[in-house]
């Protein structure tokens, strides 16, 4: 008797899928066969830099003494590197597991994109996936099996360097970003080559530190964590994240790659987590500097038993825990529980059935035509308006003389923003090309810096005995030449019909060991500032940072303000767009914007205290300068009262759009708790959000179910809980307007 084709391709499928064992099986299988000190290679990471790197990891590999390497080395050399290690470990090795390669693609691999905290202005849930997913895309064609990203950091201090890198202040809207992070990262097959792992970091509360600064102490409440800290971290392991990364900080004393409470209790028990905890860079040897571990053999073991499973690059697990093993003070099943981790990994990237990258993969990768488009897209919906008395859009007549006036017009490097992957300068397209670009040969369009970004130190030259002394001529000269750069500038703001100035602070001031105890525009940009202003002239800012800047004078002097944060490779077209009104600006913050640095942190969903009316500064009120989710547009918006419909509960209003332009308005959620029996709740928490398109005039009701996620909250125990009593419901467009809606639960 024949078999139809499609029975035998049926019966075949079977018999495959009956005879490849289970990943489980594997894992076991694998495990049971691995001496102890290939084991404790499993559990040590690598970097991968440059040849030098590899001449010096083969022998190691061969030998079974690493389970991973970062793999930082330039695309143009990284594969190759990769396939060497790989092959030493898939072909030479005695047992051939393969390696698996991690990067920091955080806001793109070689097509860069808004820095994060600008992903996160989108309030674009379906936007951060896509891109996220051209990262992966564009990471695994190079040999990036995982990318050490999203950052799950709620970030409201932004002093913090990192605060870049982070979704912004709110759990809630941080959740839905690192959720989709996680989707466009893995997708649903994370073996695809296409995909990549990602990594949950930093566990946990890294961007509490105290001043600001980078790696310093934090001193969070337990139901602060749980409810402001966790929320994030948590949607990212039901969105079924692969990873997650150790925090450097300590936390209540303990540093986090130490923390078995959080790193076990929390990530295992309580969320039933079964993938990998690398800790982050060196941080299993600095719990000796914290002065928690005693000595590497100490913080190694810590480490393990708290449930980091994989070693950064601190040297500690690979030299100290097989003597460890052999004394009883470590036991075997700590080690092999997290050699599993690293091995379930593997086999879940497809590593054992494709060890080695395609060398071509990345210049196909590199080339795909949707990609521009989609940083284009995302780098336009990151932009924030956040003051317009009317020069926006730029009208005709308005476009014919523009003097473009700052040391971020045209700087291509200096838009990457931190971390930028690979991005390369030659593919940013600046505020200055954009703006040619968009108003072609007949608009007069003067480009100058005016400033650089930072003073010039002093110039010195050497001695013949090898000293340097101050090189007085050239500091004159550099003085001179300043001089003229600045009056060059206000000279052509002077006879332009409107002056667009691009400032802010470097992209090197932002992301990690890069904390600011002063939120201002940097070097001469605040004199460039008032000078420009001085000159009566309309004035557009557009400001290009990684955190808030406290812009208090800024928006006082500037007729429009438009917030760009690092746009990456598309930021000028995007720009050029919405200042001429091809597009209206979308962007919503993210993160509240100080008036004056000694604000901080001032975030929306703080407490409501005992005393709600004296909070204020003798000096100053402590209301931010731009609140969360706050962003302009070219039209207006109005927002009905809020109606509750308790029968349903749901709660819905009427948004309106009044003005003369079409435009997307963004419904913001936001409730309270008024009396919680765990502790006093925040004056306000995001719980939804819906974007309306409207044309002039037209109106729509939005409507928004009041679930137990919408009002609940989380208990100390991490209990998810929610209450009967009274709440607040508002329907607004950002956090510090509209009128409450009183809503009884029962
Ligand atoms: C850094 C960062 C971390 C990054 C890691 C690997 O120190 O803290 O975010 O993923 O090292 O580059």
Redesign the pocket.
């Known amino acids: 008797m024949r078999l139809p084709l499609v029975t035998l391709t049926s019966l075949l499928a079977v018999i495959m899928h009956a005879q490849t064992p289970s990943c489980p099986d594997r894992v076991e299988t694998l495990l049971a066969r691995l001496t102890l000190e290939e084991k404790i290679g499993q559990l040590t990471q690598g970097v991968i830099h440059a040849p030098e790197h590899v001449e010096a990891a083969l022998a190691e590999v061969r030998a079974g003494r690493y389970g991973s390497f970062?793999l930082?080395a330039p695309p143009e050399i990284a594969t190759t590197l990769r396939n060497q290690v790989q092959q030493a470990a898939v072909g030479q090795s005695r047992l051939g597991i393969p390696l698996v390669f991690g990067y920091?693609s955080i806001h793109g691999y070689r097509t860069t994109f808004p820095i994060p905290l600008g992903l996160a202005a989108t309030w674009d849930i379906q936007l951060v996936e896509q891109g996220q997913a051209v990262a992966a895309r564009e990471s695994r064609a190079v040999g990036v099996d995982w990318i050490?990203a999203p950052?799950c950091d709620l970030a409201r201090d932004p002093r913090w360097g990192r605060v870049a890198e982070s979704f912004g202040e709110d759990p809630y809207l941080g959740a839905q970003l690192v959720a989709a992070s996680v989707r466009g990262f893995q997708g649903d097959n994370p073996a695809s080559p296409e995909r990549a792992a990602a990594?949950l970091?930093?566990f946990v509360g890294y961007s509490a530190t105290t001043g600001g600064r980078d790696y310093n102490t934090t001193d969070i409440t337990p139901f602060v964590l749980r409810n402001a800290h966790l929320p994030a971290f948590e949607a990212g392991i039901q969105a079924g994240a692969l990873s997650v990364?150790s925090a450097?900080n300590a936390i209540d004393g303990i540093p986090a790659v130490t923390n078995r409470a959080l790193l076990t209790g929390v990530l295992r028990d309580e969320w039933k987590f079964n993938g990998l905890v690398v800790s982050?860079?060196n941080s299993v040897a600095e719990s000796i500097t914290w002065g928690y571990a005693a000595d590497r053999a100490e913080a190694a073991r810590l480490s393990l038993l708290a449930g980091n499973d994989m070693d950064?690059m601190s040297g500690c697990y690979r030299e100290t825990l097989a003597a460890q093993v052999a004394a009883g003070t470590v036991p075997l099943a700590a080690i092999d529980e997290a050699v599993r981790r690293v091995l379930r990994l593997k086999f879940k990237l497809g590593l054992f059935e494709a060890p080695l990258t395609d060398p071509a993969a990345a210049a196909r990768s590199f080339a795909l035509p949707d990609a521009p488009p989609l940083a284009r897209e995302a780098a336009a919906r990151s932009l924030v308006l956040l003051k317009n008395d009317g020069v926006l859009p730029l009208t005709p007549a308005a476009i014919r003389r523009i003097a473009l006036i700052g040391p971020l017009a045209d700087d291509a490097t200096e838009m990457l923003g931190t971390w930028p992957g690979h991005g390369q300068p030659a593919d940013v397209v600046t505020l200055a090309a954009g703006l040619r670009t968009h108003l072609g040969p007949a608009a007069q369009l003067t480009v100058l810096r005016g400033c650089d970004l930072l003073p010039s130190g002093p110039r010195t030259r050497a001695l013949p005995d090898g000293s340097n002394v101050t090189d007085e001529d050239a500091n004159h000269r550099a003085a001179v030449a300043d001089e003229n750069d600045f009056t060059q500038a206000i000279a052509a703001a002077r006879s332009a019909d409107v002056i667009i100035a691009a400032m802010g602070e470097p992209r090197g001031w932002s992301g990690?060991n890069s904390s600011r105890a002063e939120l201002s525009l940097t070097g001469r940009q605040p004199e460039l500032l008032r000078a420009l202003a001085a000159t009566g002239k309309p004035l557009v800012v557009v400001v290009f940072s990684g955190r808030p800047l406290a812009l208090t004078e800024t928006a006082e002097k500037a007729n429009a303000l438009v917030q760009a944060w690092h746009p990456g490779l598309q930021g000028g077209p995007a720009l050029a767009a919405v200042l001429c009104g091809d597009l209206a600006p979308t962007g919503r913050l993210p993160i509240s914007f100080p008036r004056a640095t000694g604000q901080v942190p001032v975030y929306y969903n703080h407490a409501m205290t005992g005393r709600p009316d004296m909070v204020d500064y003798r000096d100053l009120t402590r209301d931010p300068l731009y609140p969360f989710g706050f962003g302009l547009t070219y039209t207006t918006f109005t927002y009905g009262p809020v109606e509750i419909l308790a029968a349903t509960s749901r709660a819905r209003a009427t948004v309106t759009n009044t003005g003369t332009r079409a435009g997307e308005a963004v419904a913001q959620l936001y409730v309270r708790d008024v009396a919680c029996s765990e502790g006093a709740r925040p004056v306000q928490e995001l719980r939804g959000w819906q974007r309306l398109t409207l044309a002039p005039g037209e109106s729509r009701t939005v409507e928004f179910a009041l679930t137990d996620e919408t009002l609940g909250f989380v208990d100390r125990s991490g209990k998810h809980r929610l209450e009967a009593g009274e709440y607040r419901v508002w329907i607004a467009p950002h956090a510090s307007t509209g009128t409450a809606a009183v809503y009884q639960r029962p």
């Open positions: 970062i930082s920091d050490f950052m990594t970091k930093h990364m450097f982050d860079w950064m990690e």
